[in-house]
C-alpha cells in the first residue's frame, strides 16, 4: 500500500525539487502543504505517515509543527529539511523528535542517502 | 517613463528560495561571529523603482537614519551578464544592537571602531548571501572591496550621491532575530535592467530543469 507522504514547505519550488529527489518507483501517496498550519491539518487526517519538514515558514513554522506532534502525540516519521544550517539548528529539531536533518538545497542523493541509513526503503 | 520589469510568481518564488537558501549560509556565518542562535524568518523579496526605494527602506528600517555599505558584483559575461551593487542598509537602533551583542560599549565606540564593525557585518552577510545567491544560479562572482555608502544619514542622502545607474532594485529585507535581541537590514541588490533580464532567464531555466 502506498505511505502517506506530507511534503510541507511554503516554496513552491522547494516542493517540487523534494518531489524531485524521491526515489524512483517509492510507493508514496504525496499531500502538500504550504506552511505549518495546513500540515498540522494534513497529519492529523492521517496524511503524514511520512514527512519532509522546513523550518523557516509563516503562519506556523517547523519547530512549532514538532511541538504540536509531540504534544498531540501523533506519529509521523518526520525529517527536517531546511536552509538553516547552524548546529544548533540540527540539535534542537532532533532534541524536538525529527529523525534526521538535511540541509537545502536538497537532491536525490541526499534524500536518498537519508531514507538508506534508516532503512526506509 | 520605463515601466518597470515584473517578474512571474513563479520566479519570484524560485528567487524567493533561492535566497532563503543563501540567508541561511549568512545567519550561520553571523552565529558564528556573534556566538548566538541566530532564528531565520522568510525573507521577503520584491522589486522596487528608485522611488520606491526609499519609501520601502523607512518603514522597514524604522529609523529616520541609516548605516549602509555597498559593494559592487559582476560575473564574466561583462555588461549583458549578472551584475550590480549589493547595498546593506541598517536603521541605527538596530546597529546599535548589533555593537552591544559584540560587547562594545558606548565611550569606545568610535567613527572609525564603528566603521570596522559596520564592514564586518556586512561582509559576512554580502559575502554569505552573494556567494550563496550566484552558486545556486551556476555563476561565478567577482567582487569590489565593501565601502561605507553612509554612516548616520536620512535614507533620502542614501542615494543622492548616486554614481549608479539602475533602473530596478531586487529588496531582500531581512529579520535576524537573536535571543532577546532582534534586527533589521535590508539587503538591496541594484540591478540595470540587462541584469534583471539575465537573471529572469536564469530563473526560468532553473523553473525548466524541475
Redesign the interface.
Known amino acids: 500500500m502506498a505511505i502517506p507522504l506530507l511534503i510541507c514547505d511554503d516554496s513552491n519550488m522547494a516542493r517540487k525539487q523534494v518531489k524531485k529527489s524521491l526515489p524512483d518507483g517509492w510507493d508514496v501517496d504525496i499531500t502538500y502543504a504550504t506552511n505549518g498550519v495546513e500540515g498540522m491539518d494534513a497529519i492529523r487526517n492521517g496524511q503524514a505517515e511520512m514527512m519532509f519538514l522546513d523550518l523557516t515558514m509563516p503562519e506556523m513554522d517547523g519547530y512549532e509543527v514538532l511541538d504540536h506532534v509531540k504534544a498531540e502525540g501523533l506519529k509521523s516519521v518526520i525529517i527536517v529539511i531546511s536552509a538553516d544550517i547552524q548546529p544548533e539548528a540540527r540539535e534542537r529539531v532532533m532534541a524536538a523528535g525529527a529523525l534526521d536533518f538535511i540541509k537545502k538545497p536538497i537532491n536525490k542523493e541526499k534524500l536518498v542517502g537519508v531514507l538508506q541509513k534508516y532503512g526506509l526503503l | 517613463m520605463k515601466e518597470l520589469p515584473q517578474y512571474t510568481e513563479?520566479q519570484r518564488?524560485?528567487l524567493?528560495?533561492i535566497v532563503?537558501?543563501?540567508?541561511?549560509?549568512a545567519?550561520?556565518s553571523l552565529?558564528r561571529l556573534l556566538e548566538v542562535?541566530?532564528t531565520?524568518?522568510?525573507p521577503k523579496i520584491q522589486t522596487l523603482s528608485p522611488s520606491e526605494v526609499r519609501v520601502a527602506l523607512r518603514s522597514f528600517v524604522d529609523s529616520e537614519y541609516v548605516s549602509a555599505i555597498r559593494q559592487s558584483f559582476h560575473d564574466s559575461k561583462g555588461q549583458d551578464g549578472l551584475r550590480g551593487e549589493a547595498l546593506v542598509v541598517y536603521g541605527d537602533s538596530s546597529f546599535k544592537e548589533l555593537a552591544e551583542l559584540l560587547a562594545y560599549d558606548d565611550e569606545e565606540l568610535s567613527e572609525g571602531l564603528e566603521q570596522e564593525l559596520l564592514l564586518d557585518i556586512s561582509n559576512v552577510l554580502n559575502g554569505a548571501c552573494l556567494n550563496g545567491i550566484a552558486e545556486?544560479l551556476g555563476e561565478e562572482l567577482v567582487y569590489s572591496p565593501p565601502s561605507i555608502l553612509g554612516q548616520h544619514v536620512p535614507v533620502e542622502k542614501l542615494f543622492q550621491q548616486d554614481q549608479m545607474r539602475w533602473e530596478m532594485a531586487l529588496s531582500v529585507e531581512i529579520n535576524y532575530s537573536l535571543e532577546q535581541r532582534s534586527f533589521n537590514c535590508d539587503l538591496l541588490l541594484l540591478m540595470p535592467d540587462t541584469a534583471i533580464d539575465y537573471l529572469a532567464n536564469k530563473l526560468d531555466e532553473?523553473?525548466e530543469d524541475?
Open positions: 513563479d518564488d524560485c524567493q528560495e532563503n537558501v543563501a540567508m541561511g549560509q545567519g550561520d552565529a542562535f541566530v531565520l524568518s522568510v545556486q532553473i523553473l524541475d
